[in-house]
Protein backbone atom coordinates (compact mmCIF):
# COMPACT_ATOMS: atom_id res chain seq x y z
CA UNK A 1 0.00 0.00 0.00
CA UNK A 2 2.86 2.18 0.98
CA UNK A 3 4.80 2.77 -2.02
CA UNK A 4 1.23 2.99 -4.36
CA UNK A 5 0.39 6.03 -1.65
CA UNK A 6 3.58 7.43 -2.38
CA UNK A 7 2.87 8.29 -5.70
CA UNK A 8 0.22 10.93 -5.25
CA UNK A 9 1.08 13.92 -6.14
CA UNK A 10 1.70 16.12 -2.89
CA UNK A 11 3.07 12.88 -0.74
CA UNK A 12 6.49 13.12 1.08
CA UNK A 13 6.28 9.15 2.01
CA UNK A 14 4.01 6.90 4.13
CA UNK A 15 5.22 5.90 7.68
CA UNK A 16 3.95 2.48 8.67
CA UNK A 17 4.12 0.33 11.96
CA UNK A 18 2.52 -2.40 13.58
CA UNK A 19 2.31 -5.92 11.53
CA UNK A 20 4.40 -8.57 11.35
CA UNK A 21 7.34 -9.17 8.29
CA UNK A 22 7.35 -12.38 6.71
CA UNK A 23 11.37 -13.95 6.72
CA UNK A 24 12.53 -17.52 5.71
CA UNK A 25 15.00 -18.46 8.42
CA UNK A 26 17.85 -20.93 7.83
CA UNK A 27 19.43 -22.46 10.83
CA UNK A 28 21.93 -24.48 9.50
CA UNK A 29 23.09 -27.50 11.88
CA UNK A 30 26.93 -27.72 12.04
CA UNK A 31 27.20 -31.57 12.69
CA UNK A 32 25.64 -32.16 9.25
CA UNK A 33 27.68 -29.59 7.58
CA UNK A 34 30.78 -31.16 8.51
CA UNK A 35 29.64 -33.72 7.87
CA UNK A 36 29.33 -33.11 3.98
CA UNK A 37 32.54 -30.76 4.35
CA UNK A 38 30.37 -27.17 3.58
CA UNK A 39 31.22 -24.09 5.24
CA UNK A 40 29.07 -21.38 6.28
CA UNK A 41 30.55 -19.30 3.63
CA UNK A 42 29.18 -22.33 0.97
CA UNK A 43 25.94 -22.31 2.68
CA UNK A 44 25.59 -18.67 2.83
CA UNK A 45 26.45 -18.38 -1.12
CA UNK A 46 24.23 -21.16 -1.81
CA UNK A 47 21.48 -19.11 -0.22
CA UNK A 48 22.50 -16.12 -2.29
CA UNK A 49 22.36 -17.75 -5.54
CA UNK A 50 18.29 -19.41 -4.57
CA UNK A 51 17.60 -15.91 -4.04
CA UNK A 52 18.28 -13.05 -6.23
CA UNK A 53 17.79 -9.26 -6.08
CA UNK A 54 17.61 -8.40 -10.15
CA UNK A 55 17.83 -4.56 -10.67
CA UNK A 56 15.19 -4.00 -13.54
CA UNK A 57 16.25 0.06 -14.28
CA UNK A 58 15.28 2.44 -13.07
CA UNK A 59 12.28 5.53 -13.83
CA UNK A 60 12.48 9.26 -13.06
CA UNK A 61 9.58 11.14 -11.67
CA UNK A 62 9.54 14.49 -10.44
CA UNK A 63 13.01 14.62 -10.25
CA UNK A 64 14.16 11.61 -8.57
CA UNK A 65 15.47 8.71 -9.72
CA UNK A 66 13.31 5.25 -8.34
CA UNK A 67 14.97 2.04 -8.37
CA UNK A 68 12.76 -1.27 -9.96
CA UNK A 69 14.22 -3.89 -8.35
CA UNK A 70 12.44 -7.55 -8.51
CA UNK A 71 13.50 -8.97 -4.91
CA UNK A 72 13.71 -12.62 -3.83
CA UNK A 73 12.96 -15.38 -6.17
CA UNK A 74 12.21 -17.56 -3.58
CA UNK A 75 8.66 -17.83 -2.37
CA UNK A 76 8.66 -20.59 -0.33
CA UNK A 77 9.70 -22.59 2.49
CA UNK A 78 10.28 -25.51 0.13
CA UNK A 79 12.31 -23.57 -2.66
CA UNK A 80 14.89 -22.84 0.00
CA UNK A 81 14.84 -26.47 1.37
CA UNK A 82 15.59 -27.67 -2.69
CA UNK A 83 18.42 -25.48 -3.05
CA UNK A 84 21.46 -27.13 -3.87
CA UNK A 85 23.99 -25.70 -1.22
CA UNK A 86 27.20 -27.66 -2.82
CA UNK A 87 28.05 -30.73 -4.82
CA UNK A 88 29.66 -33.82 -3.54
CA UNK A 89 30.83 -37.21 -5.62
CA UNK A 90 28.50 -35.69 -8.43
CA UNK A 91 25.61 -35.99 -5.67
CA UNK A 92 23.92 -32.58 -5.05
CA UNK A 93 23.32 -31.53 -1.14
CA UNK A 94 20.28 -29.57 -0.68
CA UNK A 95 20.17 -26.69 1.69
CA UNK A 96 17.06 -28.78 3.67
CA UNK A 97 19.41 -31.85 4.33
CA UNK A 98 21.88 -29.09 5.91
CA UNK A 99 19.69 -26.59 7.91
CA UNK A 100 16.27 -26.55 8.71
CA UNK A 101 14.43 -23.87 7.15
CA UNK A 102 11.39 -22.09 8.49
CA UNK A 103 9.19 -18.87 8.35
CA UNK A 104 9.81 -16.63 11.00
CA UNK A 105 9.35 -12.78 11.55
CA UNK A 106 11.89 -10.19 11.64
CA UNK A 107 12.51 -8.33 15.00
CA UNK A 108 10.01 -5.65 16.29
CA UNK A 109 10.51 -2.11 16.32
CA UNK A 110 7.06 -1.47 17.61
CA UNK A 111 3.57 -2.42 17.06
CA UNK A 112 -0.08 -1.41 15.92
CA UNK A 113 -3.37 -1.79 17.57
CA UNK A 114 -7.07 -0.63 16.78
CA UNK A 115 -9.59 -1.40 19.36
CA UNK A 116 -7.05 -3.48 21.08
CA UNK A 117 -6.67 -5.87 17.97
CA UNK A 118 -3.21 -5.92 16.03
CA UNK A 119 -2.94 -3.56 13.27
CA UNK A 120 -1.11 -1.97 10.75
CA UNK A 121 -1.16 2.03 10.69
CA UNK A 122 -0.04 4.14 8.07
CA UNK A 123 0.75 7.63 8.19
CA UNK A 124 0.79 9.69 4.80
CA UNK A 125 3.11 12.54 4.90
CA UNK A 126 2.47 15.91 2.89
CA UNK A 127 4.98 17.78 1.10
CA UNK A 128 5.59 21.28 2.81
CA UNK A 129 3.75 23.54 0.72
CA UNK A 130 1.04 21.34 -0.48
CA UNK A 131 -2.22 22.29 -0.28
CA UNK A 132 -3.50 19.71 2.67
CA UNK A 133 -7.18 19.30 1.48
CA UNK A 134 -6.13 18.29 -1.96
CA UNK A 135 -3.43 16.12 -1.14
CA UNK A 136 -5.99 13.72 1.64
CA UNK A 137 -8.55 13.85 -0.87
CA UNK A 138 -6.09 12.43 -3.51
CA UNK A 139 -4.74 9.84 -0.75
CA UNK A 140 -8.27 8.79 -0.23
CA UNK A 141 -8.90 8.05 -3.61
CA UNK A 142 -6.07 5.90 -4.33
CA UNK A 143 -6.60 4.53 -1.32
CA UNK A 144 -10.25 3.34 -2.68
CA UNK A 145 -8.77 2.25 -5.55
CA UNK A 146 -5.70 0.04 -3.63
CA UNK A 147 -8.30 -1.24 -1.61
CA UNK A 148 -10.08 -2.58 -4.56
CA UNK A 149 -7.03 -4.99 -5.19
CA UNK A 150 -6.35 -6.23 -2.11
CA UNK A 151 -5.95 -10.15 -1.02
CA UNK A 152 -9.00 -11.43 0.47
CA UNK A 153 -9.17 -10.83 4.23
CA UNK A 154 -7.64 -7.41 4.52
CA UNK A 155 -9.51 -4.09 5.45
CA UNK A 156 -8.14 -0.46 4.89
CA UNK A 157 -10.03 1.90 7.16
CA UNK A 158 -9.33 5.21 7.67
CA UNK A 159 -9.19 6.47 11.21
Known sequence: I?????????????DSIGGFAKTFVVEPDPTKLASFG?????????LENANLA?????????????????????RTVDEIRNAVAATRGGTP???????????????RTG??????QE????????????????????ATQKLDQITKSLPPG??????
Do not use: C, H, W
Open 93 to 107: ITIGQIANVRVGGDL
Open 154 to 159: IQVKVV
Open 54 to 74: VGANYYNKGGEAYLVRVDSRV
Open 2 to 14: GPQLRSVGGVAGV
Open 119 to 138: AVIGTVLMLIGQNSRIVAEQ
Open 38 to 46: ISYSELGQA
Open 111 to 116: AGSMNG
